[in-house]
């Protein structure tokens, strides 16, 4: 039995000075390992907003955590590190408070069209200027519509998140049953306030006839429906952050493990978009110079065959690339020769240490094709 998903109501204290994050309430959720789709590096946008007067739209999906300087002021107040609208009021005198339907909203562009697995509506900082409930609807319109085009009376909008009363200085939690492919949504909150952050986890579901017309393209990559399942170690940073877009800038931008101090080895577990033949692979140690891996290896597996990928000791797994000496801070290119259709590929490294990224350059099969087609018309896409 799934465990409820924990809320949080009401006003957070006051800043009392020291940690700022010391009183942030939080909690496990059994959606954040899944990629955000509205993740700016992905290509997502805040593109519309009725009201930004003391925060602005985009900061609503800056990567990083929300920052708090309790001695930042601007000319219009506190300087605030997310969305922010002003204070509503009524319509007179004799009705001095919002009315019920009263509300701000703004419109995200995901950078990675999907299916919503669970939704965070972050009010870090936001301590008695928060909003006093959310809601979010979502919708498929595919192209780069304009936000005039999506408010139209024929956009049909899905409610993912009712509209729900939250708290302050909390990352509040939704989990999604809705198993459909967005590609906007609308945050709601009621009837004014602040958010620091929006995060939309799932999983990427790509317009299958864009990847055929690409033909060769990275199989493994986040906005193509690539996952990264498991890992043994995520101290640093998620493995996920190796299969991103763009080269990282910073160690923190890809996937790294603590010190081992055994005889053991670290491992990445990824899923493809679909079954495919890889024909060029590039491990990148971009930005780790005294802490890249000694050394690497690839191996895939066929889950078509019914094979287990969790089970790594299954005869299953064939060697891709053999233990390879990497350098540091530096692309490395390696092309493959026959290797085999695969739906999995796992990334050794020896002993331990950063990969920045990993390239898995190929094609679909027909089966693949076929499959990802398929997943596409479930999910509601034409």
Known sequence: ???PTPRFTGDAAPYGGGDPYADYRTADLPFTHLVDLADRRLGGS???????????????LR?????????????????????ETRRRRGASADTPH???DDHDWALIRLGAPGAVHGIVVDTAHFRGNYPRAVSVEATAVDGTPSPEELLADDIVWTELVPRTRIGGHAANGFPVSVRRRFTHLRLKQHPDGGIARLRVHGEAAPDPAWLTALGTFDLV?????????????????PPANSIGPGRSTRMDEGWET????????????????????????????????????????????????????ADHTAPAWTELLPRTRLQPDTVHRFLLDAA???????????????VARLRLHGSLTEHGAQRLAARHTELGGA
């Open 63 to 83: 990567p990083e955590a929300p920052r708090f300087d309790p001695e930042a002021f601007g000319h219009k107040g506190k300087v605030m590190d997310g969305w």
């Open 340 to 354: 085999p259709p695969v739906t999995h590929v796992r990334i050794d490294i020896h002993p331990d240490g950063g």
């Open 221 to 237: 990559a986040l906005e193509h429906g690539g996952a990264a399942e498991d890992a043994s170690d995520r101290f640093y940073s």
């Open 1 to 3: 039995m799934t465990a």
């Open 98 to 100: 919002p009315a019920e």
């Open 46 to 60: 805040v593109i519309a907003a009725n009201d930004e007067f003391f925060a602005e739209r985009e900061n609503l």
């Open 258 to 309: 603590r010190r081992r101090r055994d005889t053991g080895h670290d491992w990445v577990r990824y899923r493809l978009a679909a079954q495919g033949s890889i024909r060029a692979v590039e491990i990148d140690t971009g930005c780790y110079k005294g802490n890249a891996p000694g050394w690497a290896a690839l191996y895939g597996l066929d889950a078509t065959t019914g094979a287990d990928p």
